[in-house]
């Protein structure tokens, strides 16, 4: 197999925290579950597989048509890392990793074509939404505040080519109150 996308999902009971202010316990696990089920669709027609460590979620990925990633503990540089790993030992070459919390998440697929690492960054130029790259590259995942520069530099560590691609159905993603203002997402084009 050549590619496949990597979801990681946390538990939606514990999703979303920092919206508290705007959400509820249930309309936030009510959106972490959209947004996941956005992104899973997203990928199509590429296989995806979803690394989590909660049993609600990873019935919810089965039931959507996902493999699994069990990886308790790992946190998420280390989920990824997991989930990463278990693709290139299943035989698949490129890992496209995106975030679940990509509300208006369209054309994943579109992103495994390319050589070296392709990072698409969140709106603010900070964090990254999305990362491709080579499962057997050795990439070091760092995620967190100013991870996308730190994805950058990790690229040019390694000597690969590095591609940015600023698509607006990727970069918008969910953390805080402010970012529930999203645009409605467009339905995928008929092919």
Do not use: I
């Not at 208006?104 to 074509?113: E, H, I, N, P």
């Not at 600023?166 to 995928?188: C, E, H, S």
Request: proline letters at 7%.
């Amino acid at each position: 197999m050549d590619a496949a996308v990597l979801v990681p999902v946390k538990a939606f009971a514990r999703a979303k925290l920092r919206l508290a202010p705007a959400l509820d316990g249930p309309a936030r696990e009510a959106l972490a579950r959209a947004m996941a089920a956005r992104v899973v669709a997203a990928a199509a027609p590429l296989p995806v597989t979803v690394v989590c460590d909660d049993d609600d979620v990873a019935a919810w990925a089965r039931a959507n048509g996902a493999s699994v990633v069990w990886a308790p503990g790992r946190g998420l540089d280390g989920a990824v890392a997991s989930g990463v790993e278990h693709l290139a030992a299943c035989g698949v070459e490129r890992a496209v990793v995106a975030h679940g919390d990509l509300p208006l998440a369209a054309g994943l697929s579109r992103l495994a074509d390319r050589a070296g690492v392709t990072l698409v960054p969140d709106r603010r130029d900070d964090g990254t939404n999305v990362v491709a790259v080579a499962t057997d590259a050795g990439f070091r995942f760092a995620y967190g505040p100013g991870s996308f520069r730190r994805h950058c530099a990790e690229a040019q560590r390694l000597g690969l080519a590095l591609h940015v691609v600023r698509a607006p159905a990727l970069t918008w993603d969910v953390d805080r109150p402010g970012d529930l203002d999203f645009p409605a997402p467009r339905a995928a084009p008929c092919s």
